[in-house]
């Protein structure tokens, strides 16, 4: 997991903070109504203890979950992306075994598994039904858990009960002939074998082999705090890695395993079992619901409409005044302000507001309160990074009619419209009033890079700062650059440079280790972009210089989004050469390199292609509402063709939660570990952190294991999120919001 933003627990903690525990008691209230509600499992997900159920959490329920005994720790993410649809992330370090019998590569670090589970609702508890799902766990790790279930669950007052069977994992303790036997032979026996390298979706292997049958009662007892589970294990433990690779005794006194859970509150909860008749587990959840996560904001207040205020003439105005305004209160940035004839054109950033109404609404009352009545219209083109994205056209005489009035069957959209063309040519009426252009700007950030189940240590960190600067020759070229500077990591850690996996793929990510090692203070990018609007929805950018940490080179992007579409397309083509660690501005001249502390050849990319045709689609079917997808086809950095597919959901408070995948035409083997390039991300508006408006984002990614298969380069500038606002994606609305 690589990232350079807060950490996924401190995000968890801050949502906790700012969203659900602002509107309860710290801890739980032991007086309220008791209520039954789904909780997480030992291995994440809603479950009992081993043993899952049909059940699912809220819509937008977000978890960090720990869970510790004498032979696994457990620590594992847990998402409800769709009412239908729950997701889990987890690591597991087996506590009696190393990574590797080899010291010098990972020393005393346990074995580190990592594993991929899902589980979606088949049909809903009815007067009769019950709650049925099916589930695959670890279907995308190593195989070291996985197993594949279908459980029932049915409530009757503060009993929940389950049924299941399951397979694989879950079904070692053989207690009921497999029913897919029936049906074909190939069902009797499940393969030992892995696909690939692991990491592989191996479907070859789901409800094969022993089949096995659990359950288990949950019930909340009239204490709300404390609920008490009882489960039936259908694991056996036999084929357990501590049993089969260390002869550890994990033989079970008894199948049936019991806990209590105890609520601290909205934001936790604390349990304990006792598993196999032998064996203690403790366990601790953090968790948030996205959906429900309130942006409490100390805001200044809006500007009342006074039109008799309003200056006389066009030359009366206070031209900074209403700039100030304008960047303060409604959020445009940068304002230059024209006046053509009857209209008023203000140009300018959104910097405040991801509800652009609310933006426009508190500009127009600030236009009407300055502007003479000779001016009819105002004209509000947004901009990214100087590009004009939309415009909308606000009628001075509605406004002021609908905002005095107050009239209770119109709103501020009937005096709104938005357009498709930007009118943004010069004409012999047209005056420049007020021009804040700001051709230099800077930024000092703090960073947090981390990396997960690594082979030296669990847990790498690198605390950083970045600083950026960028200076726009003309308001279509800028020069911009940052330097990063390493102020504490744990990088003492590393054994090794070049990982000794025998593939001979050029390094394109799996060198990182050497941009990072020995270069304290580092440049992160110096480039010259170019970016312009075409007219009619089309856009592009042209670039060169060092465009990433590991990479130099020149390219461009082309990209067509129509107004208020829910879709868009682009192309992208770069030719690139990989940096050389050791220098700020050199660059590999040659493939074949050496490392003297591996003692080993590697392969680097002094020169090559990559790019992409890339499709965007906003699906508006309901069952996967509120979702993006991302397909790109091209030439990945390490010259592999295929394809990247990304899918990302956006929850009502403006979070977004994605994954993505590579599949190219690299081979597993010479992939390596993983299989195929494949991880996750989540993107938190500033806006529900904080108590200001805001319309920056935190973003968090993780990726399992970092190989040199299906990568892509790190532009400084997507044309897709610089046009944001013609089909807002990033800039939707907080659909949970408070002010105060």
Known sequence: MNNKAPSLLALAISSALTGSVLSSAVFADPFEPATLTPSQSDFGGVGLMQM??????????FSINGDWNSQYHKYNISMQVMPWLETTVRYTLVQDLFYSSDPSFSGDTKYTDKGIDFKIRLWQEGDYLPETSVGFRDFGGTGLFDGEFVAATKRYGSLDITLGMGWGYLGTRNNIANPFCKISDEFCNRPSDLKGKGGMVDYERWFKGPAALFGGVEYQTPWQPLRLKLEYDSNDYSQDFPVQRAGVNMTPATPWNVGALYRLGDWGDARVSYQRG????????????????????????????????????????DWQKVADQLASNAGYKDATIEVDGDKAIITASQSKYRDRAEAQERAAAILSNALPSSVERYDIVETAENIPVMSTTIDAKTYQTIAINQSIDKSFSDAATGREEIDLSDSTSKKTVYD????????????????FGSAENFYLF???VDVGAEYWLTRNINVSGGIHFNVVDNYDSFNYEVPPDGTDVPRVRTLFRSYVTDNPVRMNNLQLTWLDELGSGFYSQAYGGYLESMFAGAGGEVLYRPLNQ??????????????????WFGVFTEEQQYSERDGRYY?????GTTGF??????PQWQFIDNTLLKVGVGKFLAGDLGTRVDFSKQFDSGVIAGAYASFTNMSAEDFGEGSFTKGFYVSIPFDIMTVKPSANRANISWQPITRDGGQMLSRKYQLFNLTDARSPWLQRPNGVIERE
Do not use: C
């Not at 899952?52 to 329920?61: C, K």
């Open 52 to 61: 899952p159920t049909g059940r699912m959490a809220r819509e937008g329920e």
């Open 278 to 317: 032998n064996s203690l587990a403790l366990g601790f959840t953090l968790r948030t619901n996205f959906n429900d996560m309130k942006a409490v904001w100390l805001d200044e207040p809006a500007v009342q409409p006074r039109p008799t205020d309003a200056a006389k003439s066009v030359e009366d105005v």
């Open 436 to 451: 804040g252009f700001d051709a230099f700007d800077y930024h000092v950030s703090p960073t947090l890079a981390q990396s």
């Open 462 to 464: 690198e605390i950083g």
């Open 566 to 583: 829910n879709w868009a397309i682009g192309a992208d083509v770069n030719l690139i050469s990989q940096r050389d660690p050791n220098s």
């Open 603 to 607: 392969k680097v990319l002094p020169q």
């Open 613 to 618: 045709l890339t499709g965007y689609y906003m």
